[in-house]
């Protein structure tokens, strides 16, 4: 992928907001935190497993770890030109994804500080399934935009094998993810009522989802859908 000035500015401040973060993290909440804290949380919200904060610390480093994988990407991909064709879209998911994870590794020291229930409640499950919902949708926005590549998109023998495949794949991808993700959306309000159902239904939808993406694609491949 072309880089210009532009683009050194976006990928940029992605890496500073990051290294901002983690340094906040780490000069900030760290060192207020106990030695033993919240490392993970049950489909109730409820804190249900306990470690040294040490153990979070890789967590302040991964958004960072995310923005730069998305950068060197294209310059990996042997179809890296292709992702000029939807830069502005691999960018937005890229530090969107980055932005989601800073906020979940905000959960230890939002949950120690008690901003975050440790017992359980709403919130918590509200926010992890609003979060699945809004990726999923964005995901699915961006389906029919992305260009054949070997390391982004829906990457199948009969996708990568032919370009036509591609592209109406992910035209038909986009609609069915954004579905999934708005359903994703109403089980955040289902979380706060029955928890483990509402996992079992996101888990459903999200597998259902991609295999029948993956269907479309293959009857698309034997020629059973013209």
């Known amino acids: 992928m072309v880089s210009n000035g532009r683009d050194r500015v976006v990928w ?3 890496v500073v907001l990051c290294l901002a973060s983690a340094a906040a993290y780490l000069l900030w909440a760290y060192p207020r ?3 033993q804290v919240p490392v993970h949380w049950g489909p109730s919200g409820a804190v249900d497993a306990w470690g040294p904060k040490s153990s979070t610390i890789w967590l302040a480093f991964l958004p960072l770890g995310i923005v730069l994988l998305f950068l060197a990407l294209p310059h990996l991909d042997p179809k890296g030109r292709s992702f000029e064709d939807f830069k502005g879209v691999y960018q937005g998911l890229g530090l969107g994804t980055a932005a989601f ?10 949950t120690v500080f008690g901003v975050l229930p440790d017992g359980g409640g709403n919130l918590v499950t509200t926010l992890v399934f609003a979060g699945v ?3 999923m949708i964005a ?8 260009a054949p590549n070997y390391t982004f998109g829906i990457r199948l023998p009969w996708t990568l094998a032919d370009e036509g495949n591609w ?10 993810y954004m579905a999934c993700g708005f359903a994703a959306l109403a089980c955040a309000l ?3 009522i029955a928890p483990d159902v509402a996992v079992w239904v996101v888990t ?4 259902g989802a991609t295999a029948v993406v993956a269907a479309y694609s293959w009857l698309l491949w034997r020629g059973t859908i013209r």
């Open 12 to 14: 940029g401040t992605g």
């Open 101 to 110: 994870m800073a906020l979940a590794g905000l959960m230890t020291p939002l």
């Open 139 to 146: 995901l699915g926005a961006c389906m029919p935009r992305v």
């Open 167 to 176: 592209r109406r794949t992910h035209r038909f991808a986009g609609p069915v």
């Open 33 to 35: 935190m106990p030695e």
């Open 133 to 135: 919902g809004v990726l």
């Open 204 to 207: 459903a939808l999200v597998l």
């Open 190 to 192: 289902l979380a706060g």
